[in-house]
């Protein structure tokens, strides 16, 4: 079966610094993995997705992911937070082997001046 | 482009109510899917469909309905509401099976109470 892990359930950083969002998921198969953001009152838009190609995967506005199989990880950064960051963020993944979809819990990014 | 378009935006309805939720999309995608979504569970698949006429159970699907007539509109239909369903409810399309490479293209949500 698959699962998805996001360890943080809010990520606090001030605006210029890094931001750091992790994500660990657990697949038997060769997953495609995903990462969306949801502003408030808003549905969700895709960042960036993984599905074997390039191990490391740009985003829009700056985000990043680089897909880690021997440490099960997909971790989401970016260089420097900005105040218009601050939003919920889900980690994805989607196994073909099961038919299934499965949305991490969310880590809530709060971006302080 | 206006994508995916949910209706109503909002909604409060007493135990026991009917209603349906609206989606609809432009995009000419094949996959729909209706998804709930709770604070600190994620979102949690209700039902999808694979085109026009074809639908199957997600993961909660009991107290809901759907059907596929057309390619663009996915209706979820809440049977008799109980207070268990008050909760977020998104639609979304897809160019490919939802448990494949394709991404998602959520609509803005319904915000559904029930007292």
């Known amino acids: 079966a698959q699962s998805v892990t996001q360890l943080d359930s809010h990520v606090s950083v001030s605006e210029g610094t890094p931001v750091l969002l992790r994500c660990n998921y657990s697949s038997s198969y060769s997953p495609s993995l995903f990462w969306y953001v949801q502003h408030p009152n808003k549905g969700l838009q895709l960042l960036l997705k993984y599905t074997s190609a390039a191990t490391l995967v740009k985003g829009i506005n700056g985000f990043e992911a680089e897909f880690k199989k021997s440490e099960t990880s997909f971790h989401l950064t970016k260089p420097s937070a900005h105040m218009s960051d601050a939003a919920e963020y889900f980690c994805?993944?989607?196994?073909?082997?099961?038919?299934?979809?499965?949305f991490g819990k969310g880590t809530m990014l709060l971006v302080s001046p | 482009n206006a994508g995916v378009t949910q209706t109503p935006k909002f909604q409060v309805l007493k135990t026991g109510q009917s209603m349906t939720l609206q989606c609809a999309q432009d995009m000419n995608h094949e996959y729909m899917s209706w998804y709930r979504q709770d604070p600190g569970m994620g979102l949690r698949l209700i039902h999808y469909s694979v085109g026009a006429g074809i639908t199957d159970q997600g993961e909660v699907p009991n107290g809901y309905n759907v059907s596929r007539s057309t390619t663009e509109d996915f209706p979820l239909r809440l049977l008799s509401a109980a207070p268990s369903q008050t909760s977020v409810y998104f639609c979304a399309s897809s160019p490919g099976q939802i448990w494949g490479n394709q991404p998602q293209h959520f609509g803005d949500g319904t915000r559904l109470s029930i007292l």
């Open positions: 994805v993944v989607s196994d073909p082997g099961y038919s299934t979809l499965t």
